[in-house]
């Protein structure tokens, strides 16, 4: 292990770090894995035989300079096809903060990958050439991201040095992007200047823009504020797994384990207990051999109730006063991934939190063109890649919230039964 | 547990020990026969540790399974079976040589004892009957795991298809299968190596020692560090001397280098991987130097 070069040595990050996750969203064209390979560089994430392999690669194929896209272009066939395929996930870390990138392709066929990058996602970077401004693809980027409700949304104006850092260039496209955002749910925009391949407002600031007074990339990366996104309120704790040790030491142990999906519990609070509705108190919550005051998203805890009531995996704790309203009909927008259709009548598997249950497809209400917003009531069903309203009737009740207040307990998947694949996924409007 | 009250804030590590417990209750809860892949190295200890948590006080519902090379660190063995007993989990040992004796696997001198571990372990997960088999892969590891699930699907042979994986979104699981097939589940996928390191050092967990500096009898073999061993003859002109170094990853010896370190605690070893110009596996494992698509070769066929 060579040891000797202290210059690059980063800071460690450190124990109380956040996370992040972000999504990107571009294509090959736009300089997305570029990017990544920049930020994963200046941030000294890339190790010397990685690069050193990047190089040669690039090197061997006759380029100029190494193609940062390489380090981030995973399987074989992608790389001799020179496309990223699927999501990929690349992790790097400040300080201050962990990043887990999903990184995921960006034409109209790869809709289900971005799709799935964003579900996780607390943050979409959508890039655009600066030279071509707007596409139809930026467009559908932004849609997505604002349809799985990722809260923090930038717009990186990429290959700022093609068009001589020009300011009026990249306001054009600040106002234009800005304005058909109003069309969409985005809490949260920044549009932002760079070059990936040269650097500029990536990490270090650009000595060629200097009408730019924002953040660099990574300045708002490292403070953009998500400690606030999650829902503090509304309790939501979805019965994972019932542990039962039936040891001689542990003999009436019978906890509730599960990921905190909303809210904060405490010790003593009374609870509900759904679909059943019996009610009890919080007797304790245990995370591995402590007691815990509180437990609040995303902690997965054990909870202990005050009663011997009946629990079961699949089941809902939440407030007597604060829970959400089983249901068997589902209203929701849902992402079709499969290359058979989507039609009504058709019967799946849904899994929504820990309850898995079987759906019936009620109704198609309308196909939404995501790179116009148009709603399409003609049609009769959902193709790969489409996104739709839909109704469904479920066999059991759904404890569901609508996916805009809580992304955890209003999104769903559909599996079809005789493939097992996952062919859709969903996030509720409202159940009725 | 480093809770911040005031804000609810959860730091990044405990965020990741949060989503992992998730994965392995998930599984338990779903799966009919779940096992977990034990590989001595300091991945799959964090795995026992992070499973340890999620069912506590209950013991681990289901029972480890280790491939057992013939070529294994006897330190390694030993922190197996410490953990093995404190835990009392029941441990099921695949060999490599019985599988060769019993001709489920055929060694051909060339083959490396990484790629019969493959057939070995298919072997066994069938024989078991196992439906969900835990492994320690990490994300950051190799390009071709970076786009794994972390519920990836294996087909009745135990391939891997990278090109017809099931999505998978927010935390829910596709768990279905069908008769034959089985499911690797990664509950690690999103530490970095020094996530790992980290949470080792913050849970006090006991790691084989091979991981700390050490002195050592080693030889140079293709630009490695290699352990001397009865198990892995010199090759003419390969000389032995004692050096002071340390593992990184563990595996089969006579692939497995070491490192020249003087980290002998923990917060040593951080510091070290925080100024290491090399990944762990392109530093110390001989069986992914092969091409730059090794890995996802061995992966299709059904490694790790």
Known sequence: MSTDDTAAVPELIGREADLLRFATAGSVDDGKSTLIGRLLLDSKSIFADQLEAVEATSASKGYDYTDLALLTDGLRSEREQGITIDVAYRYFATPHRKYIIADTPGHVQYTRNMVTGASTADLGLVLVDARQGLTEQSRRHAVILSLLRVPHLVLAVNKMDLVDYDQETFNRIHSEFTQFATKLNIPDLEVIPISALKGDNVVERSEHMSWYSGPTLMHHLEHVHVASDRDLVDVRFPVQYVVRPKSDEHHDYRGYAGQVAGGVLKPGDEVVVLPSGMTSRIAGIDLFDKEVSEAFPPMSVTVRLEDDVDVSRGDMIARPSNAPQPSQDIDAMVCWMTPQPLRPRQKLAIKHTTRTARALVKDIQYRLDVNTLHRDQETKELGLNEIGRIQLRTTQPLLCDPYSKNRWTGSFILIDEATGVTVGAGMINSGS | ?304
Not at chain 2, 72 to 89: C, I, K, Q
Request: aromatic residues 10%; charged residues 30%; hydrophobic residues 40%.
């Open chain 2, 1 to 304: 547990m480093s809770v911040t009250h005031a804000d609810y804030r959860l730091s990044q590590l405990d965020q990741l020990e949060a989503e992992s417990i998730h994965i392995f209750r998930e599984v338990a809860a779903e799966f009919e026969k779940p096992v977990l892949m034990f590989s001595g190295g300091k991945d799959s200890i964090v795995m026992m540790r992070l499973a340890e948590k999620a069912f506590y006080p209950a013991k681990i519902p289901f029972p480890v399974l280790q491939v057992d090379t013939g070529l294994d660190f006897p330190e390694v063995l030993a922190t197996r079976d410490n953990w093995v007993s404190r835990l009392g989990v029941r441990l099921i040992v695949a060999s490599v040589e019985e599988a060769i004796a019993n001709g489920v696997v055929v060694d051909d001198g060339k083959t490396s004892r990484n790629r019969l571990q493959i057939g070995t372990l298919l072997n066994a997960l069938e024989e078991g009957g196992f439906t969900a088999a835990f492994g320690g892969g990490r994300r950051d590891e190799e390009k071709a795991r970076a786009k794994e699930r972390v519920y990836s699907h294996r087909d009745e042979f135990g391939q891997w298809d990278p090109k017809n994986q099931r999505p998978e979104l927010w935390s829910l699981y596709n768990g279905r299968l069908h008769e034959g097939e089985h499911m690797r589940i990664f509950p690690i996928s999103n530490w970095t190596e020094l996530d790992i390191w980290d949470y080792i050092g913050r849970e006090e967990i006991e790691i084989p020692s091979i991981y700390y500096s050490h002195r050592r009898r080693v030889f140079q073999r293709d630009g490695m560090w290699l352990s001397e061993s009865d198990l892995n003859p010199l090759r003419e002109g390969e000389e032995v001397v004692e050096k002071t170094v340390r593992f990184r990853t563990v595996g089969d010896l006579s692939l497995t280098g070491c490192v020249e370190s003087e980290a002998d605690t923990i917060e040593k070893i951080i510091a070290e991987i925080a100024v290491a110009t090399v990944t762990e596996r392109g530093a110390t494992r001989g069986d992914d130097r092969f091409s730059e698509a090794a890995m996802e070769d061995r992966k299709k066929e059904g490694y790790f």
